[in-house]
T-cell receptor, first 115, second 108 residues
Framework: GAGVSQSPRYKVAKRGQDVALRCDPI?????LFWYQQALGQGPEFLTY????????KSGLPSDRFFAERPEGSVSTLKIQRTQQEDSAVYLC?????????????FGNGTRLTVT | KNEVEQSPQNLTAQEGEFITINCSYS?????LHWLQQHPGGGIVSLFM???GKKKHGRLIATINIQEKHSSLHITASHPRDSAVYIC??????????FGKGTHLIIQP
């Protein structure tokens, strides 16, 4: 596709449910990032992949959060036993290279509401 | 950990005014991004800077590496410029540190 695609666009989950959020980066992009954006706040880094390798997962808030990118393209962010504080917009971004000065392309995000 | 500060947090201006949004960061970076986010929308990358100045239409971004400071300017502002503007610093580990954003409202 032309841009970064995230699905679903909206997700409502009951507390305790598991959810899986998908990110389709731009084809061929090496780097993929996940961010969490709480209402009224700037995005916060969660994790970073270079191809299939997860190089940094220091931003994942707890062991309930898990991300994978098994074939170096599509990535899934999984949240187990969701809690109300997990409610946020989850943003995915990709960039063509692994270097720090490579441009970023963002998806529209998945808005997760945990009730 | 890089600390990224933006100012002002909120800005309301009249159509046609010259707008400046500031961003400062605490440690060396490989690039600084200026992003635009409309309500309910995704994030659009406006600029990526590692030095100097870039211009795109009515938008200008500058960065001073020595002072660890960047500015985003909007000339002849228009109501459609109303959005949240976010600066994000990209460090050596390739993670991004975001500012909290500047909520800009341009009134007609």
């Amino acid at each position: 596709g032309a841009g970064v695609s995230q699905s679903p666009r909206y997700k409502v989950a009951k507390r305790g449910q598991d959810v899986a959020l998908r990110c389709d980066p731009i084809s061929g992009h090496v780097s993929l990032f996940w961010y969490q954006q709480a209402l009224g706040q700037g995005p916060e880094f969660l994790t970073y992949f270079q191809n299939e390798a997860q190089l940094d997962k220091s931003g994942l808030p707890s062991d309930r959060f898990f991300a994978e990118r098994p074939e170096g393209s599509v990535s899934t962010l999984k949240i187990q036993r969701t809690q109300q504080e997990d409610s946020a917009v989850y943003l995915c971004a990709s960039s063509p290279l692994g270097q720090g000065n490579s441009p970023l392309h963002f998806g529209n995000g998945t808005r997760l509401t945990v009730t | 950990k890089n600390e990224v500060e933006q100012s002002p947090q909120n800005l309301t201006a009249q159509e046609g005014e010259f707008i400046t949004i500031n961003c400062s960061y605490s440690v060396g970076i490989s690039a600084l991004h200026w992003l635009q986010q409309h309500p309910g929308g995704g994030i659009v990358s406006l600029f990526m800077l590692s030095s100097g100045k870039k211009k795109h239409g009515r938008l200008i971004a500058t960065i001073n590496i020595q002072e660890k400071h960047s500015s985003l300017h909007i000339t002849a502002s228009h109501p459609r410029d109303s959005a949240v503007y976010i600066c994000a610093a990209r460090g050596g580990a390739d993670g991004l540190t975001f500012g909290k954003g500047t909520h800009l409202i341009i009134q007609p």
